[in-house]
Structure formats: structure tokens, C-alpha cells
């Protein structure tokens, strides 16, 4: 059975795992995923009972019970590359046994929510309104550095979208992921279905213009006039890309839910949204609570 080497599956000497300083055990198996440290007490605050606590740089996790479910809220920060390292440890946690650091034989399967704010790109979308990805389409180019990337991404979408923008040769070839048909099911009747972007930035990898110019200025253009079999995107944030496509590839049920804060055609911005951000908070433990 192939062993993984201490360089490769790193255990603090408290028996943690590397970079969120948590041990087997103290995860439940429903996790909700946050980007700002800050959001782990918005979210935590509805628990009814805390069990563990950990904090590592900008990975912060609680584990407690909401309305006697366990579940745990973990920080990651922005990007995915930070939810490379997020979902391979939460995902090392369960599935691999750190005494003999082989992987298990019988593997457990996670229920992974992303809870984050975004930018709308369609005028309908306003501020406020709850985006879940139904399609996570990764300009970050994580999932590719993967085997098996191919295998799970739909392929045609990702062809008729590079054709129709002239996709630039310097950029990292985009990649289109479904998510958890059982979430989107579960949050049906209180989100948006959406085809999300996760950019791997917040500027010009998202058409924003401050001091330095984008490199395609159309690009914005092409992507909200792009539409694939009734699919068109809808919004923009940086995670849920990553997370889709690693969730999927571990065998877990991954989406991203996010709240509306910027209208980036209409050019509205909420910047006191967390009023917003709770709703959806309080929304989603409640449909968690149920499964
Ligand atoms: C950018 O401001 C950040 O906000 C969005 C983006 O994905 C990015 O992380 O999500 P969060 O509010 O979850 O951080
Ligand atoms: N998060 C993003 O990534 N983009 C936005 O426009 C707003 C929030």
C-alpha cells in the first residue's frame, strides 16, 4: 500500500495537520467554507454548542451543533489556491489514516457549502439575491495541474467558450465543473442557479480598471454575451472553481452560495452587506440542519 512521505502529508507535532491545526475528529462531516475569517463567528454564533476551535494564519474553524446537527465552519481567504489546501486537508482528515499514512480503504464523503459575496454580471441580479453556482467555471487554472480534470469537466462548454472569446494564449485554458446535484436541489427554492467565474483576481482577472488597464478590454463583453445550451453567466468570485473540481474528484458534494454585493453592468456596489451575508447565513444552516 503506497505510503505518504512526511514532506508530502505534513502532521504537526500536536498530531495537526499542517496549515489548519486540526487532528481526526474534530471536523464534522458537513462543513460550511467561508472566505473571511471574521464570517467563522457569523456563522458559529447560531451554534447551539461548541466543540472544538483552531486557528492557523487565515484558516479559522469552529465545530458545534446547529439545531443538534454537527457541523464546522472553516475560513479559507481568498483564492484557490487557498482551497487547494483547504479541501486536500479537510479531505486528508477523514481519508487518510495518519498513524500509518496510507489512504483508507473505505472513504467517507463530505458535504462542502461555500458561503462568500460576488459580483452579478447580469443586470436581473441585484443586491441582495443568493447565486448558487450550478456551473463553477475556473479561470485559475488549479483543477488542470489534476488528472482526471478532463474526465469530470464539461469538455464542449469549455471549447465553445474559448472559440467565442479568441481565449488569450497567455491565459490558463478555463475549466467548467457542475456541482452537487443534491445541493442544488437542497437550496432550490431560496437561491438563483448561475454559472459562476471564479477569477484568480479581483481586478483586471475580473474587468476591473484602476490604474492598470486589462489586457483584453472586451473580455467582459464576450463573457456576458456568451451563451452555451441556455447556460450564460451570471457572477463573478474566486473559489468556487476549486472547490467544485477538487470536491468532485474526492468523491464530495461541493457548491458555492453567494450574496450579491457589487452589480458590475448596473455599477452598484453595497459595501455595509453583511445584514445580507447574515440572512444567508441563517438560510443555509437551516436547509444543512435538514440533510
Ligand atoms: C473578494 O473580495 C473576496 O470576496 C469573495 C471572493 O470570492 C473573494 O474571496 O468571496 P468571500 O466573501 O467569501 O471572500
Ligand atoms: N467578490 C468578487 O470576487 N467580486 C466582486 O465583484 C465582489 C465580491
Known amino acids: 500500500m503506497r505510503q505518504i512521505a512526511p514532506s508530502e502529508l505534513i502532521i504537526n507535532s500536536d498530531g495537526s495537520i499542517f496549515h489548519l491545526h486540526l487532528r481526526p475528529g474534530q471536523?464534522?462531516?458537513?462543513?460550511?467554507?467561508?472566505g473571511d475569517p471574521g464570517r467563522v463567528r457569523q456563522v458559529s454564533s447560531h451554534f447551539e454548542r461548541i466543540e472544538a476551535e483552531a486557528a492557523n494564519?487565515?484558516?479559522?474553524?469552529?465545530?458545534?451543533?446547529?439545531?443538534?446537527?454537527?457541523?464546522?465552519?472553516?475560513s479559507t481567504g481568498i483564492g484557490?489556491?487557498?482551497i487547494d489546501i483547504v479541501v486536500n486537508e479537510i479531505d486528508a482528515l477523514f481519508n487518510i489514516d495518519f498513524g500509518t499514512r496510507t489512504v483508507k480503504e473505505e472513504k467517507t464523503s463530505l458535504t462542502l457549502v461555500r458561503l462568500g459575496t460576488?459580483?452579478?454580471?447580469?443586470?436581473?441580479?441585484?443586491?441582495?439575491?443568493?447565486?448558487?453556482?450550478?456551473i463553477s467555471v475556473g479561470f485559475d487554472g488549479l483543477l488542470n495541474y489534476y488528472h482526471?480534470?478532463?474526465?469530470?469537466?464539461?469538455?464542449?462548454?469549455e471549447q465553445a467558450f474559448m472559440e467565442h472569446t479568441g481565449w488569450g494564449r497567455l491565459?490558463?485554458?478555463?475549466?467548467?465543473?457542475?456541482?452537487s446535484e443534491m445541493l442544488a436541489k437542497l437550496f432550490a427554492d431560496t437561491t438563483v442557479e448561475g454559472m459562476t467565474?471564479?477569477?484568480?483576481?479581483?481586478?483586471?482577472?475580473?474587468?476591473r480598471y484602476l490604474r492598470l488597464r486589462p489586457a483584453d478590454p472586451e473580455l467582459n463583453g464576450k463573457i456576458e454575451r456568451f451563451e452555451y445550451q441556455g447556460h450564460r453567466f451570471t457572477n463573478f468570485e474566486m473559489e468556487g472553481s476549486a472547490l467544485a473540481g477538487l470536491s468532485r474528484l474526492l468523491g464530495h458534494e461541493a457548491t458555492t452560495i453567494c450574496t450579491v454585493i457589487a452589480q458590475r453592468v448596473a455599477l452598484g456596489m453595497e459595501p455595509d452587506y453583511r445584514p445580507f451575508v447574515d440572512k444567508m447565513i441563517a438560510m443555509s444552516l437551516e436547509k444543512l440542519s435538514q440533510i
Open 27 to 34: 471536523l464534522a462531516t458537513t462543513i460550511i467554507l467561508v
Open 57 to 74: 494564519r487565515e484558516f479559522t474553524t469552529v465545530t458545534g451543533t446547529y439545531k443538534g446537527k454537527r457541523m464546522s465552519v472553516v
Open 80 to 82: 484557490t489556491d487557498n
Open 118 to 134: 460576488c459580483g452579478s454580471i447580469t443586470p436581473d441580479l441585484r443586491i441582495g439575491d443568493l447565486i448558487l453556482s450550478r
Open 148 to 157: 482526471g480534470r478532463n474526465e469530470i469537466c464539461e469538455l464542449e462548454i
Open 171 to 179: 491565459l490558463t485554458a478555463p475549466y467548467f465543473i457542475r456541482c
Open 197 to 207: 467565474i471564479s477569477a484568480p483576481g479581483f481586478y483586471a482577472p475580473q474587468g
